[in-house]
């Protein structure tokens, strides 16, 4: 239900805590024994993975990435070593930027043996399942909790043009501050030893399917019947490696990388950014970031049932946050971006605002009027007629005339979770926290189109959709809104980016 960011999804129907404890947590034919060329003995999976004891791990975060750290701009070591609100998320984003810039990745033929982290920091090198293994230690050792830490061992699933492709794989989740789980992709890669050519079709969605979850403490089975394995051991022999860096770095592009060039955010701070961007409802490039969970909804996130001028507050203060202290208030920027995203996605001000010279004008919040050529209209006749969209008669018994003289002059957005209203799956378990429907306006916001038929999520025209009949015009309607959102976000992080 919003802008599509980037194409990755990632199904809030995974428990990324882990589901059924395997306790026979071997990975069998692991290596030979040292000095021998055949053979194999069992390992324990939960030993690839180091804790702040590991003495190896303390003396790479405290002499290689603190030095990694002052060449990064604006990256504190102090506040990377602190516990202060927002450390434990820069760790994340720290590691997560030195693995992929410091660590070459290696291609493997066939099955291969994992590499302790150890050795992995020794080579310099290491393929997907040796990354993520390093990756999930680091944050270990630096003390973030192994509650906040899994390995995942799965599928990367892509559909393109109706077709599936499944590559092995092996990522790593973290649950940041706010308590939402994060993808660090450990494919990302600076240096790729022997490039090969990747095909470039773009995906219409992608998304990360886990069949196991591990951290020092515990293996985890996935429980859900799609992914299911009777035989475990087996199952854990195989290369987890096929998602080729290349392919998982392009198919991972976010919108903000056009809104946040380098010369306006540094690139370490943008790939932060756009690890928020991988969350999912189920629809074809229907791409939302980790606000858009059902059980974490709340419209004035996303400018969705009227609520412009709230959602304009929510945006302000969010902002004042990041600029107060922009490296420990990245999440606030993230929150803002996205709501940004929406307004221009969801409201009616696309429609009425000024175009000048193939632009929208950007919307003031303080000066709601100045992008406007004339008041909005819904009345019979205009071009946006409340006429041609439904209304929710549980909530508001009102007329189309009703309608549009309610919300007559004002910036609108469409209807959505209202109760006994919903217009798909996603919708239905999603819920309006209770104190806004307590409220004496909320009946009135019954009368308002319902968003499926008059927001511009998708750069393709939905069935659902009302307000823009023709595909032309759509298009074009998208276009200006998506550029839009785009300068408006690029223009909020100039402004109140103060590291």
Not at 267 to 293: E, G, M
Not at 365 to 371: I, K, V
């Amino acid at each position: 239900m919003c802008f599509s960011f980037s194409k990755i999804s990632r199904s809030h129907n995974w428990n990324w805590d882990g589901e059924q404890i395997v306790h026979d947590s071997i990975v069998p034919s692991s290596r030979p024994p040292v000095g021998h060329s055949k053979g194999n003995y069992d390992i324990d999976v939960r030993e690839f993975l180091v804790s702040e004891r590991n003495v190896v791990m303390r003396h790479t975060l405290e002499n290689e990435i603190r030095k990694f750290i002052a060449e990064l701009p604006h990256a504190s070591w102090e506040f990377f070593h602190s516990r202060n609100p927002g450390s434990f998320d820069f760790r994340a984003n720290i590691i997560a930027e030195f693995v992929a810039k410091e660590i070459e990745y290696l291609p493997t033929n066939g099955l291969d043996p994992w590499q302790f982290p150890e050795e992995t920091l020794a080579l310099k090198s290491g393929d997907c399942e040796d990354r993520a293994l390093l990756i999930a230690s680091l944050l270990l050792a630096s003390g973030i909790s192994s509650f906040n830490v899994r390995v995942a061992l799965g599928k990367f699933r892509t559909w393109t043009q109706g077709k599936q492709q499944d590559f092995d794989h092996v990522w790593v989740m973290y649950k940041d501050e706010a308590g939402q789980w994060q993808v660090i992709e450990p494919a990302h890669a600076k240096k790729i030893q022997k490039r090969i050519e990747v095909k470039k079709d773009l995906p219409d969605k992608a998304e990360y399917v886990p069949y196991y979850l591990f951290n020092d403490v515990h293996l985890w089975q996935t429980q859900h019947p799609s992914v299911y394995k009777k035989k475990i051991p087996e199952d854990l022999k195989r290369d987890w490696s096929s998602l080729h860096p290349e392919f998982a770095g392009w198919v991972h592009k976010s919108a903000l990388n056009k809104a946040l060039s380098a010369d306006i955010c540094p690139p370490w701070v943008l790939n932060s950014l756009n690890r928020h961007f991988t969350s999912v409802l189920w629809q074809k490039n229907l791409t939302i970031d980790d606000v858009d969970l059902p059980g974490s909804y709340d419209p004035r996130d996303h400018f969705d049932n009227g609520y412009i001028a709230d959602g304009w507050d929510l945006v302000k203060d969010r902002l004042a946050q990041f600029e107060q202290a922009s490296l420990k208030n990245l999440n606030a920027f993230h929150l803002a971006a996205h709501a940004i995203a929406d307004f221009y996605a969801h409201t009616s001000y696309g429609h009425f605002g000024l175009v000048s010279n193939g632009d929208l004008q950007l919307f003031d919040p303080d000066q709601p009027d100045a992008g406007l050529p004339q008041k909005p209209e819904y009345g019979s006749g205009t071009s946006f007629n409340f006429e041609k969209f439904s209304r929710n008669a549980l909530l508001n018994k009102g007329t189309a005339a009703d309608a549009a003289q309610y919300w007559q002059g004002k910036i609108i957005s469409g209807r959505y979770a209202q109760k006994g209203d919903s217009h798909g799956a996603a919708e239905s378990i999603t819920f309006i926290p209770p104190d806004l429907l307590k409220k004496k306006d909320f009946p009135g916001r019954g009368l308002l189109p319902h968003h499926n038929e008059i927001a511009m999520d998708e750069d393709t025209r939905g069935k659902a959709h009302i307000l823009y009949a023709g595909n032309k015009i759509y298009a074009e309607q998208y276009r200006l809104r998506y550029d839009a959102a785009v300068r408006h976000i690029r223009d909020a992080f100039k402004k109140h980016w103060k590291p």
